[in-house]
DNA sequence: GCCTCACATGTCAATACTGACATGTCGCTA
DNA sequence: TAGCGACATGTCAGTATTGACATGTGAGGC
């Protein structure tokens, strides 16, 4: 269950409403790390604050509630993220995909290979352009730094995917 | 539901049982790409027989029972694979974290980075030597496919998560 | 021959998650 | 001032997944 953990990170940035807790996860968080809708969020922070590890600390216009995490929240948030459990939850369909490709025949995996490195390059391209948008000595640190370590973190990934792809493209054409 | 689609690609490459199918998932598979217990694995399998995609073809010792995949269940491994839904699923703890780094204090955000550097240069150490076992020339497609797919996959994956926690690290040290 | 371990498949209750449905509010613009 | 779209929260039935439990077999060592 790492849904309650990306909560409470979220939260030990900043308070926020549940809105736009569920609204995080259908940007890179969601892309990237960890999806979840709205109806998923919105009991979990019920059954969070029944359990005392956040908050309702403001209530605004619409009946928005305002999350803030706890001092045992903080403490759980902590503790997750120091001392990771060995049975790490990794479900991902793109890899999943790219696993998956040694059982294709050869004009199709070579094909799927090619626009996955076309994809992958593209996808690269739009994020260095969002990440050049942020001042190169932006700080790291609270709200500001999950954009700019996500985007980094976004930019890499999806280069190594391009060359690993192109990579298989290449050894499995020297085959032929 | 991405499950009869991993169970889909395994057997396309050659028959097997359910108990060799659900220890795919306990190695690089279920590490990397999607996770699945065998209790998920054996229902599934009775599920796609009942539905034509693939057909017990063997029975073995101890009740063992060999899949194949049926026409109807090569072209629906074809389809998923060459359309991508577009929205992918995607899980993934590590991942997580590394996005929460944000929301640590500074010191415990910087050992975290330290530590990740550390660990994840480790584990792409090891693969590294892993792959080096397997014949620089061995053909990509098919069950040794696979393997080779994987590590490759593997070792840029740690290593791009390496170079990205140094260069987090690096950042934060310099805004000290 | 016995013992142990890996092989091999399964059920079932509890938990987690998704998608469809439901409800109402505030702010802006035509 | 009417209407629209984003804001904001929720339930609920159906599905997926996990973890605990259950059961039995074949192979190899001693």
């Not at 790492?2 to 890179?28: I, M, Q, R």
């Not at 490195?117 to 260095?128: F, W």
């Not at 500001?144 to 391009?162: I, K, M, P």
């Amino acid at each position: 269950m790492s849904l309650p953990h990306a909560l409470l990170g979220l939260l030990a940035v900043g308070p926020n409403t549940g809105y736009e807790l569920a609204k995080y996860f259908e940007g890179d968080l969601g892309r990237y790390a960890w999806q979840a809708g709205h109806t998923s969020v919105y009991p979990e922070l019920n059954r969070m604050a029944g359990s005392g590890l956040i908050e309702v600390t403001a209530l605004g216009p619409r009946g928005a509630k305002t999350y803030s995490v706890t001092d045992a929240g903080r403490t759980e948030l902590r503790r997750w993220m120091m001392a990771p459990p060995a049975d790490a939850k990794v479900r991902n369909e793109h890899v999943l995909r790219m696993f998956l490709i040694s059982a294709l025949p050869r004009e199709d995996a070579l094909s799927l290979l090619d626009r996955m490195a076309e994809s992958t390059d593209e996808s690269a391209a739009e994020l260095r352009k969002v990440r050049a948008e942020h001042p190169d000595g932006a700080p790291m640190h609270g709200a500001e730094g999950f954009g700019q370590l996500a985007a980094e973190f976004g930019v890499r990934q999806y280069e190594a995917v391009r060359d690993w792809a192109r990579w298989a493209a290449d050894r499995l054409r020297a085959e032929g």
